[in-house]
């Protein structure tokens, strides 16, 4: 089997290798390719990756190269992993949108946008080489935002997954609490990337008992402090938001924030000059403690499990993916993505059956697909005013005048990366 991952000299990629590694019986890798159009990076994490692979005794090969073509010829599976721009764009990302009083973030508002804009036809056109090479091949996307760019994938037909680490991170979160094993936690998780509620806690499987009442009466108070959000409103709403769903509910106190302490960008910066210089070390032959920080928790054990299941069968029965909504929800478009619990074949995924979620949810959930629609549209077609539109339609833009400036801005920002500016 032979898997490759674009946007190998990632920092990420460290812990991608170590769930290879550990999960080799369920997605025994014969060749892992590394594929980076950054020769100095995959010096680094190539070597990196074999030694972690000899530690832990796998005995599949390391290949690192910056030739596309030749990373995705004969790949069973690509995950993609890249960020267009890098970190120098992130942090425009985060910055430019707090002038007008709007959240920064690199996957929500006018920075998810941006990013949308540069990243949607550079992995369309990985996509096309992908399949030109191996039309079985399964594409595998944790490139943010994952909603907006699976749904670009699934619109030209290719055969492709979303997959985000908050569920599976929220999973071992409430497993520690309820002292049980993440296996035994199922989530009724609904809504789109970056924008999900956990409406029940099932213990055994999805028609296990909910225990997410109790989990909020207990635990409430750890939950809330987690996601930055109040206990009462947990209480009042009874289901658990994703730490997203903050930028939302609690736009204007983020918004402060964001102003008074350096950019994410900046912290994941400096984060990534200290793992790579910790990479460049040839006994290093383990991920470092340092990645923790990083983010993407469980990224590797949500990877192989989703790869697991789409290759040979293998991983768990159930997984939260990003795919088409086919009606699953029915306030919205056959052809949108949601973010929901799936049995996950050969096949590819199928969504399990969801009860409607309330007007408080179902309501946002409408408004953010319609915003997806306009930004998959301005990143296909260009355009300052399918900018324009797709700014204007977002809950967290909303009034003419900040969608005028910051449309301005994005294209200023971003035109290296904008083909038709």
Not at 77 to 95: K, S
Not at 120 to 137: K, M
Not at 384 to 402: C, E, M
Request: charged letters at 20%; proline letters at 6%; aromatic letters at 6%.
């Amino acid at each position: 089997m032979k898997l490759t991952v674009v946007g190998g000299g990632s920092t990420y990629t460290p812990e991608l290798v170590d769930g290879f590694a550990r999960l080799r019986d369920t997605l025994p890798i014969e060749e892992l390719v590394l594929m980076d159009p950054a020769a100095d990076r995959l010096d680094l994490l190539g070597p990196l990756a074999r030694r972690i692979l000899a530690r832990q005794g796998h005995g599949g090969t390391v290949t690192t190269t910056t030739d596309l073509d030749a990373a995705v010829d004969g790949a069973d599976a690509v995950l993609l992993q890249l960020r267009v721009g890098g970190q120098a764009a992130r942090e425009q990302d985060e910055t430019w949108p707090l002038e007008c009083g709007c959240v920064g973030q690199e996957t929500t508002g006018a920075g998810g946008l941006a990013k949308a804009l540069r990243t949607v036809p550079v992995v369309l056109d990985i996509a096309d080489r992908v399949r030109r090479t191996n039309p079985t091949a399964w594409i595998i996307d944790f490139t943010n935002p994952v909603g907006i760019v699976t749904r670009a994938l699934l619109q030209e037909g290719h055969r492709a997954v979303g997959l985000c680490n908050v569920a599976i991170g929220l999973q071992r979160k409430f497993a520690a609490l309820l002292g049980a094993s993440p296996s035994d936690i199922h989530l009724d998780h609904v809504g789109l990337n970056h924008l999900t509620w956990e409406t029940g806690v099932r213990l055994g499987g999805p028609e296990g008992d909910d225990v997410l009442p109790a989990l909020l009466t207990d635990h409430g108070d750890t939950i809330a402090a987690d996601l930055r959000l109040p206990r009462p409103l947990l209480d009042r709403l009874g289901v658990v938001p994703s730490y997203y769903l903050r930028y939302y509910y609690a736009h204007d106190e983020v918004v402060r924030e964001l102003r008074t302490k350096p950019s994410r960008a900046a912290e994941v910066a400096e984060m990534e000059r200290k793992l790579l210089t910790l990479y460049a070390d040839p006994t290093l032959d383990e991920k470092p403690e340092l990645l923790s920080k990083r983010g993407g928790a469980y990224y590797s054990e949500a990877a192989v499990d989703l790869a697991a299941a789409l290759l040979n069968g293998a991983g768990s029965p159930y997984q939260v993916v990003n795919t088409h909504n086919k009606g699953t929800l029915p306030f919205l478009p056959d052809d949108a993505v949601i973010e929901v619990q799936a049995a996950v074949g050969q096949k590819g995924p199928t969504p399990l059956p969801v009860p409607s979620p309330t007007p408080l949810y179902a309501g946002l959930m409408a408004q953010v697909t319609a915003y997806e629609d306009l930004a998959l549209d301005a990143a296909l077609r260009g355009g300052r005013t399918r900018v324009f539109k797709a700014l204007l339609s977002h809950p967290l833009i909303g009034q003419y005048a900040y969608a005028e400036k910051l449309t301005d801005q994005l294209i200023a920002h971003n035109r290296e990366h904008l083909a038709w500016a």
